[in-house]
């Protein structure tokens, strides 16, 4: 279950810094990460393809381009009759690498979100393309946030500076993924407690975690996973923080760090 369980928690950690309170669909930049469980079972696709873009691309397995068609349909960037819907596209590539000369989002478009009449070549075709030009960046599982979302995520690492200082030399080794420092923790507890999923005295607030990843994830039993294998109190405020970012992370395939955006 390890594939399930990382999609539920890459759509918990974007879903915390989410600026809307309902989901949001593929035209405002963010993908429905439950399509990929979907997809994978109608397609029968290795997961260690989906979770290897370069083994998915070199193994031009059916399965791995039926996948990636039922993908990028349910994600609202191709239709039912296999044409690519290039300004959902456009959106998206631009929020998710901040690009602004809508030039190069163009050639983007044309190398690469060409429709030809063979749905699954074309869904492919485009997948090959989206990694040779991004080849560090995931579309299938978002390792980059949006603007908006980064936006928030920014504003309330600064808020808990002011209230939990934060040693500048120190943000590298956070950015690394070593989050075992009494300054990170402090900090993670900072940003969990201002975002009301953990209080000041440790308490989780197993309620707002179940109604947040269930707009993302609508499988009960898979959100009982998560909640079972993450939400566990600890001995301090600062050590319950710390597991649970801890266990975002390690269960996150491109091991999403909120650091990262600072």
């Not at 399965?63 to 239709?79: A, D, M, P, T, V």
């Not at 690519?84 to 590539?93: N, Y």
């Not at 075992?180 to 005295?201: M, R, S, V, W």
């Not at 607030?205 to 947040?212: A, G, L, S």
């Amino acid at each position: 279950m390890r594939f399930s369980l990382a999609v539920v928690a890459t759509a918990f950690v974007v879903a915390i810094y989410e600026i809307s309170a309902n989901p949001v669909n593929p035209n405002e930049g963010v993908v429905p990460l439950f399509s990929h469980s979907d997809c994978q079972a109608r397609s029968g696709v290795d997961e260690y393809q989906i979770l290897h873009p370069d083994e998915g691309i070199r193994s031009e397995d059916p399965k791995f381009k039926e996948y990636l068609l039922c993908f990028l349909q349910k994600s609202g960037y191709i239709n039912e009759l296999g044409e690519f819907h290039q300004e959902a596209i456009r959106k998206q590539v631009k929020d998710l690498h901040d690009l602004e000369d809508n030039l190069v989002v163009d050639e983007f478009l044309r190398e690469c979100a060409a429709t030809n009449g063979q749905p699954l070549e074309d869904a492919f075709g485009f997948y090959k393309c989206y990694h040779r030009h991004y080849p560090q960046e995931g579309f299938l599982y978002r390792s980059s946030i949006g603007n908006k979302v980064k936006e928030a995520l920014t504003q309330t690492h600064s808020e808990c500076r002011k209230e939990s200082p934060l040693e500048d030399a120190l943000l590298e080794q956070f950015k690394g993924g070593n989050f075992d420092h009494p300054q990170a923790k402090k900090h993670l507890h900072c940003l969990y407690k201002n975002t009301g999923y953990i209080d000041e005295f440790g308490e989780i607030n197993q309620e707002n975690f179940r109604k947040r990843l269930a707009q993302y994830y609508p499988e009960s039993s898979l959100v009982d996973q998560y909640l079972e294998k993450c939400l566990i109190k600890k001995e301090s405020p600062e050590e319950t923080a710390f597991y649970l970012n801890s266990c975002f992370y390690e269960n996150t395939p491109h091991k999403f760090n909120i650091f990262s955006v600072l």
